[in-house]
């Protein structure tokens, strides 16, 4: 099993470029989720999957979207890039609910200019 | 906010050393987990422990959990340099809709 994978590992984008960062995973996971993690502030929740077709907002959403069309697929959408969204980008997946142990992706870098 | 809070923020022992780890939380919760961050990877599962439940080992870790001073431990025994590492509680609460809530982390440093 490859566990949690995501694309890109590092990216730069200027400001008001859209992007769309990857994440897969192989496990047949149910719950899906995407974090960011700055400097000092921990992993903030953005949004969240419990199944194919069923997304909802975390703690820190504004600027992005997600989709959840298949059980493996959850990618991450940058609309406008703002310097405010340079962060590391973790997406992560677990059987259900976080009830039980997240399985982390690798990350990808975003630097924002 | 209902992030929790880690203390220390960094702590640098010796090798054979124990490092302990403190984590806070302000509302009730389901369970608690612990989990490593190596330099620029991604974190990593190391232990759960359910709000009924008052301790649990795993390997060289031993966690704890006082729901009534709302607060979890992990001790890391005979530490390694291989433990160097920041180290993170995260917490699903009644309000947060069954996702993680992370705390801060602390940073260890294991020196040889």
């Known amino acids: 099993n490859a566990g949690v994978t995501q694309t890109p590992k590092f990216q730069v984008l200027k400001t008001g470029q859209s992007m769309t960062l990857q994440c897969a995973q192989d496990m047949n996971h149910e719950y899906m989720s995407w974090y960011r993690q700055d400097p000092g502030m921990g992993l903030r929740l953005i949004h969240y999957?419990?199944?194919?077709?069923?997304?909802d907002q975390g703690e820190v959403p504004n600027g992005y979207n997600v989709s959840r069309s298949t059980t493996e697929d959850f990618p991450l959408r940058l609309l406008s890039a703002a310097p405010s969204q340079t962060s590391v980008y973790f997406c992560?997946?677990?059987?259900?609910?976080?009830?039980?142990?997240?399985?982390f992706g690798p990350g990808t870098r975003l630097t924002v200019t | 906010s209902q992030q929790g809070e880690e203390d220390p923020q960094a702590l640098s022992i010796q090798e054979g050393e124990n490092a302990t780890m403190n984590c806070s939380y302000k509302?009730?919760?389901?369970?608690l987990q612990w989990y490593r961050q190596n330099s620029g990877r991604g974190l990593v599962h190391l232990i759960l422990i359910r709000s009924n439940e008052r301790e649990k080992h795993s390997g060289r870790l031993r966690v704890t959990l006082d729901t009534s001073k709302k607060s979890s431990s992990l001790l890391i025994t005979a530490s390694r340099a291989a433990d160097t590492a920041s180290y993170f509680c995260?917490?699903?609460?009644?309000?947060?809709?069954?996702?993680?809530?992370f705390g801060k982390g602390t940073k260890l440093s294991v020196k040889p």
């Open positions: 509302t009730s919760i389901n369970n």
């Open positions: 999957s419990v199944g194919a077709g069923i997304t």
């Open positions: 995260a917490f699903v609460t009644g309000g947060s809709q069954g996702n993680l809530i």
């Open positions: 992560a997946s677990s059987r259900n609910r976080p009830t039980y142990e997240q399985y």
